[in-house]
Structures are given as C-alpha cells and as structure tokens.
C-alpha cells in the first residue's frame, strides 16, 4: 500500500473515540472492474504443467522478491502477472530448450499481490490480510476474520478505497450486520479494500 495513505488509516482508527467523524456510507454494489484478474503474488505456489516434458513441470512457490525458480528457468518474475502471462514468459524460455513449448500455469495457492488483498484492522477478532476473491462482500470478509470483539465499535467501522488514484473513506455497520443480521448492511468489497474497525471509548 501506497504510504500516503497511513495516515488516513492512522486517522480512521482512532475514529472510535467520541462520536468519530462521520463518512458516507459504502455503496451496496460495486461494478466489477471488466479487466480484473487474478494477479500472482509473493507467497503464492503456481503449477506449472509443461505439455511432453514432465521432467521440467512441477510446483514452485514465488519468492518473496517475486520470482520463482523451475525447472531450465532462474529468477523469473510472475508477481503482478496473471498466470496465462506466466506461462507464455516461461514458454519464450524454455523455447531455448525445448522445441514448442506448450505451457499451462494452476495456481496452487496464495495471496496475490499486496495491491489486490483485502486488509482488516483494528477489534476484528482476527485481523489479517485475505486474498480478494470475485463478488467478494463484507458478511465474507466478516467471516474470514471471526467477526468484532467486544470492544469494536462495529457501526462506526470504515472501508478505505482507492477510487482513480485517490483515497476515499466509507462507512459501514457491522454491528447491524453481525449483531441484528442486517443484511441491508452487507457491501461488495474491491481489491485493496482497507477495513478499519475502530475500539469502542464507552
């Protein structure tokens, strides 16, 4: 994440005290973006299927620099590439070697880059990083996490978005959505979504 942007988290955290500043409420639905895919990212583990030649396939994780290393292929960058873009670098490679190439990449598991994961902060009872997953909604990344404690003051939690290159800041209610099981609380969530939820002061 962008570091211009720590403030603004900084700042929302501490939105639970007092009455908190108040921001427009997260829209319900998001138009799914046409180009988005499934980027790869450190941590991630791709399957790399080489069509006549099981002795180069295999599985292999990327690096925490974001490069892998298989089979005839040394240092090869796949963080922020789609596995069909993986596969076609790897076959230009592998060309040296291997007469036509046919490559297939599986992604194995992982996170994805850090620009597209869903991070959540502050009193959910397990905050972390998720990989964000097509139609993802807030009732999933609720679950993922174990929901609020206690202490969370749910209706003044906040998403941080970046919309065109700017940051924007929208309210959510999780406490009516957990608690009451609201369901017209419930909001899609984008790639790199920052869910905020701040501490109760009373």
Known sequence: MKSYLLPAILAGLLAGCASGPVYPP?????????DWHYLLGPGDTVNVFVWGNPEVSGSFPIRPDGKMTMNLVEDLQASGKTPTQLAR????????????????????????????????LGQAA????????????????????????DFAAGNRASIL?????????????LEDLIKDGDISANVDMRPGDVLIIPESWF
């Open 89 to 120: 670098d790897i076959e230009k490679i592998l060309a040296r070697y291997i007469q036509d190439p046919i490559v297939t990449v599986i992604v194995g598991g992982g996170v994805g880059p850090y620009s597209q994961q869903i991070r959540v």
């Open 126 to 149: 397990k905050p972390q990083a998720l990989n964000y997953r097509e139609h993802m909604s807030l009732v999933d990344v609720m679950i993922a996490v174990g929901g609020i404690t």
């Open 26 to 34: 997260a829209p319900a639905k998001v138009a799914e973006a046409a």
């Open 161 to 173: 978005r970046v919309i065109d290159g700017k940051p924007q800041q929208f309210g959510v209610r």
